[in-house]
């Protein structure tokens, strides 16, 4: 793209007078972006999450070896080993492909979750927090039961019941953790509920479904949002938790817990085997703990206001 | 004499948008005076007054030529040196007083809090202070405010503790950014008495910001009138209806006056020349 | 007839076992094509009433009117189609996450209305802003765009009767004399009733025909507007706020 056609590109997002609603979204998003390009450790969050989305799409071609195909011969190669940038593990699989394959499996987690949990909560929140009185109260001591729980436990006992498996331990995670972002969603509706803006649209004659669905969500999305990026940390360990125990995905799936499970009984001899799957969970919580507070700063009407 | 001189003020803002000139060469010098500066949103009358306490954060930027305040180069003093100045020889009352009070602390203790901390004032010394500072700004009761917490108080009430408070230490020069815009026009007129009469007996100078002309031309000596960061129009408050500026005029003009003409009201051109 | 008649009016908040007597007995009467002002200082209960009309206050005694019929609670669509609201913040009554096409169009879809786009366009243009502010977002325009924009919606679905609380306080005195021609002239056109709300006796005595003075929610005194204009106040608390009122200072 040449110099000139960049600068009229950047006249155009910038133009405080779009002509279209897409030119005033995309106007929108350019500016979100700039906020963001200003805060290094953000750039530092997103450029991980693309790589763990790259990381997912190429997996084949990035892999050198196998996943799954055991080699015995090859069995525990120290890190750096000809062929074995990162090792094998006790079946001699190359550890490096592992965690390169396994990168599916925790994206397909975070995937499965984000479109259960925050969903489920912003819908319980936002409506307890409209209607306030009875209907308050019931949702949300229903929110308070599942908060009292500890996560993994909850989790594991629903995973007992419905039997091990990948979606299983994705369902028990989401029945386990939407309960805050109901909580947060709840304390940002009670404070739009009162405003003008909500008063004048009633005025107007909206439904309350309409007011909720189309005015209360918007303001309560940028919290939800930054609330699921910071807990993408935290879904991963408890996956990779439910994985650790043998009831989430079942081996010789490479997900990063169970290799981490597996490892363990090597850890003072060929600790590498534990340790590599829990690096790339340590990079990827990080990278989204980082994106999540970038995206408060964006998201953040506030922040948008100048 | 000479408090504070300003030379070719400048306030800019580095945003996503480009750089954004709040306040673009705007000179002025005040003695033991009451200066008013008016202007609407968006005139840079606010951020002249911050400027002076150095009181803007990244990415605004404040230049000027010269600032000085009582012999002090306030463009070259250390940030050390302007908090010692902040408060103790100049002072600034806020708009709000809701947002200027610690909402969790009594005001008896917010007022002694510097006493005790800065001048190490013993407690009782400084509660009779406090008190009289509550006095003078002509608090009936200052025993049962001193009890008492910010939001147990009026706009009105709030406000002249705000006063006290700024005054305690005897600035030597107090801002004051729109100090009775939140309170009810009853209440606005008492409260700018007693800030009037306090300037008065102790030869304070005083910087008053407002959007409203006539308040301004009824409580200062002298006018600036600004408009997009520059000073259209410095005047003699007294001579305020001869304005001679368009924009001071438009503002004079654009008022409704009760028992005035139904017509529509004269707006403002923002179209003319001088609008640049 | 009168087009709004509040007879006997009392609001009266609950708040953490404290009661709250926001409003206390007061009627008054409106006729069609009226501008009647209510003015007083904070806490004198001046909002609360139109916030009454609107279901937005809880009611505690007394009838509220609009064209003889007692209003139904909650308020349904054809009340929505009568009575429409502009409140004092402008930059709190707009969505700020809606674009002013969005915004203005709203009404128009909870009420099926066709043909949005025309009449967006056409309610922009008629408060006087230009095409190109369509989408753009409230944080992009000034506090007097904005409230032309909150004018534009109100009128989206061409109500008879308009509140308006404060619309001019939060805004600078040129904008407020733009913003007080704007509503003068779209009430001449359209024929519609005005209840204003006011803590500026001047900004009240330009633009109504009578007006209510209130204080700690009671009604003290009604006034047509020539008894302004002369002071002609019987009580003294109304001859006070005439003379705190901002455009005496010169004079004083």
Known sequence: MSAQASNSLTRWLRDPNPASRRQARLGQAWMGWLRMRRNPLAMIGLSITVLLLLVAAFAPWLAPHDPITQSLPNRLMPPLSPGHLMGTD????????????????TLTIIVLFTLTAPVFGLLVGTVAGYFGGWTDEILMRITDIFLAFPKLILALALVSVLGPGFQNAVLAIAITSWSPYARVARAETLTVRNSDYIASIRLQGASSLRIILGHVIPMCLPSVIIRATLDMAGVILIAAGLGFLGLGVQPPMPEWGQMISAGRKYLF??????????????????GFNLLGDGLRDVLDPRSAGK | MTLLSVKNLRVSFDTEAGLVEAVRGVSFSLGRERLGIVGESGSGKTMTGRSVLRLIRPPGRIEAEEMRFDGIDLM??????MRALRGTRIAMVMQDPKYSLNPVMRVGAQLMEGLRQRDGMGKAEARAKAIAALAAVQIRDPERVMEAYPHELSGGMGQRVMIAMMLIPDPDLLIADEPTSALDVTVQAEVLSILDGLVRDRGMGLIFISHDLRLVARFCDRVLVMFKGRVVEELAAKDLMQAKHPYTQGLLNCLPRIGGPREPLPGLDRTAEWAN | MALIEIDDLSVTFHAKGREVRAV????????????????????????????AICGLAPVSGGTIRIGGQPIDSPRGAAFSRQVQMVFQDPYASLHPRHTIDRTLSEPLAIHGIADADARVKRALSDVGLPPGFRFRFPHQLSGGQRQRVAIARALMLEPSILLLDEPTSALDASVQAETLNLLNRLRAERGLTFLMVSHDLAVIDHMCDRVLVMQHGRAVEELERAALATAEMKTDYARSLFAASADRMLEG
């Open chain 1, 90 to 105: 006790d079946f001699g699989r190359d550890i490096l492909s592992r965690i390169i394959y396994g990168s599916r499996i």
């Open chain 1, 269 to 286: 001899e060929q600790w590498w085997v534990a340790t590599m799957p829990g690096l790339a969970i340590f990079v990827v919580s990080l």
């Open chain 2, 76 to 81: 070259r003093a250390s940030e050390k040196e």
């Open chain 3, 24 to 51: 206390q007995n007061v009627s008054l009467s409106v006729g069609a094509q009226e501008s009647y002002g209510l003015v007083g200082e904070s806490g004198s209960g001046k909002s609360t009433i139109l916030r």
